[in-house]
């Protein structure tokens, strides 16, 4: 069974920088295709970020194109996710997910895609 632990979350000023890492366990991270979604409060949880199993598609939100990146490490089990310039529109709960895709070298933007989720780890941004 597939079990992702994110962390690096934080409280930080308007204009900082976080880098966030989630590391899966139970299985090798070359087989899933990844993203990051987040929840504000009173919000519903929204597509952040995803790469493809192979590293090779990424796809970024609107709302955090140029100043977030996703990228991962096979060989740590880890993916990460690279904020800068962080907003207070930013702060939420930071969720990672993972999808078997072992026939396929593409991202997934949709939540009902994933099949396992981590805990979450708070981003709060104060202006």
């Known amino acids: 069974q597939v079990q992702l632990v994110e962390s690096g979350g934080g409280f930080v000023q308007a204009g900082d920088s976080l880098r966030l890492s989630c590391k899966l366990s139970?299985?090798?991270?070359?087989?899933?295709?990844l993203g990051w979604f987040r929840q504000a409060p009173g919000k519903e949880r929204d597509f952040v970020a995803a790469i493809s199993r192979r590293g090779w598609h990424t796809s970024t939100s609107d709302s955090v194109k140029d100043r977030f990146t996703i990228s991962r490490a096979n060989a740590e089990n880890t993916v990460f996710l690279q904020m800068n310039n962080l907003n207070p529109d930013d702060t939420a709960v930071y969720y990672c997910?993972?999808?078997?895709?072992?026939?396929?070298?593409?991202?997934?933007?949709?939540?009902?895609?994933?099949?396992?989720w981590g805990q979450g780890t708070q981003v709060t941004v104060s202006s």
């Open positions: 997910a993972a999808k078997y895709a072992r026939l396929h070298d593409r991202y997934y933007s949709t939540m009902g895609d994933y099949e396992s």
């Open positions: 139970g299985r090798t991270l070359n087989q899933y295709a």
